[in-house]
T-cell receptor
Framework: GAGVSQSPRYKVAKRGQDVALRCDPI?????LFWYQQALGQGPEFLTY????????KSGLPSDRFFAERPEGSVSTLKIQRTQQEDSAVYLC??????????????FGSGTRLTVV | KNQVEQSPQSLIILEGKNCTLQ??????????LRWYKQDTGRGPVSLTI?????NTKSNGRYTATLDADTKQSSLHITASQLSDSASYIC????????????FGAGTRLFVKA
């Protein structure tokens, strides 16, 4: 597609509910990143995929967070048993290159998750 | 500790005026520094990217500078427009052969008529 598409744009979840956030990267982009952005803060790294391989998940805040990219294109970030501190905007970014250094990242508009 | 700090936290200017946003970093080993513009409710969009050897880069009314010795960067916006109202985020990448990036918290710019 023309850009990185994320869905849903907004999600309200009751505490304890599981949620799944979807990211459609730009077609052909090798690298895919997930970031968490709290209100008034810069994005913080969650995890990185190169094609279908999850090369780094060091930023995932707990084992309630799980990400996958089974076919090397669409990715899903799943949060189990949501807590109020999970409320944030979840941004997805993709890059043509393996590291993104040369080509930069294209961000989606994010999914705003509110846990009540 | 790898950190990126931006100042001011927020800024209000009148349309047509210039402004300068600051970014200080303690990231090592340094690879490159990017400035992003993030409109409300949107993802960040890249404005400029500079490597170690570059000390200035322009993109229209945006001019970024980099001093790798003092580990400081600035983003200068000339003749501001209402559409410049956004958050401006400084992002530093580590030269570790991978993808590690450190984001600043951003400067929230409000341009008023």
């Amino acid at each position: 597609g023309a850009g990185v598409s994320q869905s849903p744009r907004y999600k309200v979840a009751k505490r304890g509910q599981d949620v799944a956030l979807r990211c459609d990267p730009i077609s052909g982009h090798v690298s895919l990143f997930w970031y968490q952005q709290a209100l008034g803060q810069g994005p913080e790294f969650l995890t990185y995929f190169q094609n279908e391989a999850q090369l780094d998940k060091s930023g995932l805040p707990s084992d309630r967070f799980f990400a996958e990219r089974p076919e090397g294109s669409v990715s899903t970030l799943k949060i189990q048993r949501t807590q109020q501190e999970d409320s944030a905007v979840y941004l997805c970014a993709s890059s043509f290159g393996a590291t993104g250094e040369a080509y930069g990242y294209t961000f989606g508009s994010g999914t705003r998750l509110t846990v009540v | 500790k790898n950190q990126v700090e931006q100042s001011p936290q927020s800024l209000i200017i009148l349309e047509g005026k210039n402004c300068t946003l600051q970014c200080n970093y303690t990231v090592s080993p340094f690879s490159n520094l990017r400035w992003y513009k993030q409109d409300t409710g949107r993802g960040p969009v890249s404005l400029t990217i500079m490597t170690f050897s570059e000390n200035t880069k322009s993109n229209g009314r945006y001019t970024a500078t980099l001093d790798a010795d003092t580990k400081q960067s600035s983003l200068h916006i000339t003749a501001s427009q209402l559409s410049d109202s956004a958050s401006y985020i400084c992002v530093v990448s580590l030269n570790t052969g991978g993808f590690k990036t450190i984001f600043g918290a951003g400067t929230r710019l409000f341009v008023k008529a």
